[in-house]
């Protein structure tokens, strides 16, 4: 049985650190996904904007991660804009903006010790175009700032980001954690997921993962959402009793130990 955490988040950073790369809101203030503009009126704005919005790569969705109206019959836990069915080697933590309180993310630790780990994050898209081409392509242009690598691969769910990014140890010297960003431009959705720890290096392993992302289920809703806004994720009224059952007794076992203790991490330092 999936065993649930809480651990903070700053809210839906791309890059946590002094700079972030934020994909909760377009960044420009025109996009919409009714825009409807002609040649003669497009803005400097609005050209750059399209520019980052490509067709969606062709990509078999098959066999997930599934729109909730193309899903098969199974038994998941509802998040809202996330359905997981996590297996039995998975424990699920929740990722909570702490200035907010607001739910942005779900992190799926995998394996014994917690070897790998999934962050996920769904977010609204355009009907007609993807979003994933222009948002690697500013998390390796982020990446590659700070001194990181970033690659493109071929994976089975399209173009996947493998990223070393650098941050500074306690001794002075510069590290590199190593990331895969998945992404899937779904029908007026995009899913975002983080394959760290073993993950990220080992295919054995980031198989493993894959076959997680794969049973996702994002439920978009039919609200107008303006491209990148974060969809809303909630808890189970049965998981929240039980998150805050299990804050009440880490609390009264020790007043030292955190009740939101983060569990594994994607940092991107830039």
Known sequence: MAMFRRKK??????VEGDEKVDLSEDTDETATESADVTSEEITPEERRRRSRLRP???????????????????????FGALLLAPGEDVELRLDVDESTQVLTGMTAVIGEGGASAVQLQVFAAPKTSGIWYGIRREIAESIL???????????DLGTELHVRMPSQGPDGRTTFSPARFIGVDGPRWFLRAVLSGHAALDDDAAERAMEFVRTVVVRRGGEA??????????????LLAQVREQEQSAGESDPAVSPLERGPEITETR
């Not at 988040?9 to 791309?14: I, P």
């Not at 599934?66 to 019959?73: L, Q, S």
């Not at 959402?225 to 049965?238: G, S, V």
């Open 145 to 155: 700032a700070g001194g990181g690598t970033a690659d493109e691969v071929d994976g």
């Open 225 to 238: 959402r303006a491209p990148r806004e974060l969809l809303e994720l909630t808890l189970p009224p049965e």
């Open 56 to 78: 969606r790569e062709d990509v078999d969705l098959s066999n997930g991660p599934f729109d909730v109206d193309d899903a098969p019959e199974g038994d998941r836990i509802d």
């Open 9 to 14: 988040d700053d809210a839906a950073s791309q």
